[in-house]
């Protein structure tokens, strides 16, 4: 697995911090290339668990190194405790480097997150308030603070205060006021010392680790239908979640990704805003939320629960080339009686065998299922493929066949060790 890319096939959430961890004892780099810390990914070891939301997954591996790319929007407060709280749990992390093209979230951005909500009244997508957006706004306009301004005092005085002017009246009509440009930039300068011996060429270094034949795991956040581009557009992130984005968020080609894992839970959770057609108000969707825990990992939000979209699925296999799947969650799917899958979408009079172009389409549309009969087994000591009921089996072979894509891992407990990995090919494929 030379160069991977995890990402995730639906609206986030799907698993692929378990799923990254896994992977990462095969890797020499682990390297996260978007988002923010609007990501919250899980990862349970040994009954221990850690919640990391800007930090690569593989930090916990100290021989590994772990970068974030100039893709990713940084935090620095946000950064800074998440490293020491893995300190405090004997974890150095000095294994980190950080692109010095990355840009940083800065005080403002996050205030006009919670200000454009506001404003968008019941229209609101439903951030996670971290100022993921607005960050992104100004890398875009040119505007943005980017990590090695951090070397350059005069420099960043200048940017900080070309970048207050352009907000100016943005702040004071929403009543927040105004923010001293000194002020904002003594604070992000009390980072300086902690952040420099963190600060690289990050393609450089991943290019070496490739040219070096080491294996390079790209983790990415959110999820395909997050997707700026497109996902269920504007009920989106602000980055792109799919695996095109490894390239442009690290700064290596096409060419060096031999792998592309989508991880998808069995079936489907959305936090915020947006259309969703398979959500399920009644009991089962209830059950869905308790058994699995869903609730937000960064927010604590309760997740809206319903069942497995696969026409939502078959678009994120296309739109990021996922070579192989990680279906997760399994287990949360075992007592009910029937499964059920939505293959095609109904809006008005149409029949929409793909995830349709117009956002209108998508806002209507009402699921069409194809029924599986469920099990009845508690799933989660399941170590091998024949150990599953066959019903379980006949709903990933479904997936597969449904997705054309090779299955490779099931998750069937939220620790490292209950997942299982599929030697031989479940649908299409080549080995990984
Ligand atoms: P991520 O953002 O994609 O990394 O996913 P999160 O960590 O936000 O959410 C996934 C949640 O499901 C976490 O609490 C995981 O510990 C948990 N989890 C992952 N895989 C499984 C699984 O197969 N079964 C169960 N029951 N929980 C899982
Ligand atoms: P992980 O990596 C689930 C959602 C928010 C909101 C929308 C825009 O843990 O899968 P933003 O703050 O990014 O501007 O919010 O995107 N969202 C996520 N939902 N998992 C995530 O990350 C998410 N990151 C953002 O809930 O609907
Ligand atoms: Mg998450």
């Given at each position: 697995?030379?160069?991977?890319?995890?990402?995730?096939?639906?609206?986030?959430?799907?698993?692929?911090?378990?799923?990254?961890?896994?992977?990462?004892?095969?890797?020499?780099?682990?390297?996260?290339?978007?988002?923010?810390?609007?990501?919250?990914h899980?990862?349970?070891?040994?009954?221990?668990?850690?919640?990391?939301?800007?930090?690569?997954?593989?930090?916990?591996?100290?021989?590994?190194?772990?970068?974030?790319?100039?893709?990713?929007?940084?935090?620095?407060?946000?950064?800074?405790?998440?490293?020491?709280?893995?300190?405090?749990?004997?974890?150095?992390?000095?294994?980190?480097?950080?692109?010095?093209?990355?840009?940083?979230?800065?005080?403002?951005?996050?205030?006009?997150?919670?200000?454009?909500?506001?404003?968008?009244?019941?229209?609101?997508?439903?951030?996670?308030g971290?100022?993921?957006?607005?960050?992104?706004?100004?890398?875009?306009?040119?505007?943005?603070?980017?990590?090695?301004?951090?070397?350059?005092?005069?420099?960043?005085?200048?940017?900080?205060?070309?970048?207050?002017?352009?907000?100016?009246?943005?702040?004071?009509?929403?009543?927040?006021?105004?923010?001293?440009?000194?002020?904002?930039?003594?604070?992000?300068?009390?980072?300086?010392?902690?952040?420099?011996?963190?600060?690289?060429?990050?393609?450089?270094?991943?290019?070496?680790?490739?040219?070096?034949?080491?294996h390079?795991?790209?983790?990415?956040?959110?999820?395909?239908?997050?997707?700026?581009?497109?996902?269920?557009?504007?009920?989106?992130?602000?980055?792109?979640?799919?695996?095109?984005?490894?390239?442009?968020?690290?700064?290596?080609?096409?060419?060096?990704?031999?792998?592309?894992?989508?991880?998808?839970?069995?079936?489907?959770?959305?936090?915020?805003?947006?259309?969703?057609?398979t959500?399920?108000?009644?009991?089962?969707?209830?059950?869905?939320?308790?058994?699995?825990?869903?609730?937000?990992?960064?927010?604590?939000?309760?997740?809206?629960?319903?069942?497995?979209?696969?026409?939502?699925?078959?678009?994120?296999?296309?739109?990021?080339?996922?070579?192989?799947?990680a279906?997760?969650?399994?287990?949360?799917?075992?007592?009910?009686?029937?499964?059920?899958?939505?293959?095609?979408?109904?809006?008005?009079?149409?029949?929409?065998?793909?995830?349709?172009?117009?956002?209108?389409?998508?806002?209507?549309?009402?699921?069409?299922?194809?029924?599986?009969?469920?099990?009845?087994?508690d799933?989660?000591?399941?170590?091998a493929?024949?150990?599953?009921?066959?019903?379980?089996?006949?709903?990933?072979?479904?997936?597969?066949?449904?997705?054309?894509?090779?299955v490779?891992?099931?998750?069937?407990?939220?620790?490292?060790?209950?997942?299982i990995?599929?030697?031989?090919?479940?649908?299409r494929?080549?080995?990984?």
């Open positions: 697995m030379p160069g991977t890319v995890v990402v995730g096939a639906q609206w986030g959430d799907e698993g692929k911090g378990k799923i990254t961890d896994l992977l990462a004892e095969k890797a020499d780099v682990v390297a996260r290339f978007q988002g923010g810390n609007n990501a919250g899980t990862i349970v070891r040994d009954g221990e668990e850690f919640k990391l939301h800007l930090i690569p997954s593989g930090i916990l591996y100290e021989a590994k190194t772990c970068v974030i790319g100039n893709g990713v929007v940084i935090d620095p407060h946000i950064l800074f405790g998440e490293l020491e709280a893995l300190r405090a749990r004997g974890i150095g992390g000095d294994n980190l480097r950080i692109s010095g093209n990355a840009h940083l979230i800065m005080p403002y951005h996050l205030l006009l997150d919670g200000a454009n909500e506001q404003q968008l009244g019941k229209f609101k997508i439903g951030t996670t971290r100022g993921i957006g607005p960050c992104y706004v100004d890398k875009y306009t040119r505007i943005g603070i980017r990590v090695q301004d951090l070397l350059d005092e005069k420099i960043l005085r200048r940017k900080i205060k070309t970048a207050l002017q352009e907000k100016y009246f943005l702040l004071q009509r929403y009543d927040i006021g105004v923010l001293d440009p000194d002020q904002v930039a003594d604070e992000l300068l009390s980072f300086r010392e902690r952040m420099e011996p963190f600060i690289c060429d990050a393609s450089l270094l991943v290019n070496t680790a490739l040219d070096q034949g080491k390079v795991l790209f983790e990415g956040v959110q999820g395909a239908l997050l997707d700026i581009d497109f996902g269920t557009y504007p009920f989106v992130t602000s980055s792109n979640p799919i695996s095109g984005a490894a390239c442009t968020g690290i700064g290596v080609g096409p060419t060096r990704i031999d792998h592309v894992i989508g991880v998808a839970k069995t079936y489907t959770t959305r936090v915020g805003e947006g259309p969703f057609p959500e399920l108000f009644d009991e089962t969707g209830v059950a869905m939320c308790e058994v699995g825990q869903e609730f937000g990992t960064t927010t604590g939000r309760q997740r809206r629960c319903g069942w497995l979209d696969l026409v939502a699925l078959r678009y994120a296999v296309r739109l990021s080339g996922v070579t192989h799947l279906l997760t969650k399994l287990d949360v799917l075992s007592g009910l009686p029937t499964l059920k899958a939505c293959t095609r979408y109904k809006a008005g009079r149409k029949v929409l065998d793909e995830f349709p172009l117009r956002q209108t389409d998508f806002h209507h549309a009402k699921p069409i299922y194809e029924e599986l009969p469920g099990w009845t087994e799933i989660r000591e399941c170590e493929w024949q150990d599953l009921p066959q019903a379980a089996r006949d709903y990933v072979q479904y997936i597969a066949e449904f997705t054309k894509t090779r490779k891992f099931i998750a069937v407990g939220p620790g490292r060790d209950e997942t990995v599929l030697p031989r090919s479940i649908g494929g080549g080995a990984l």
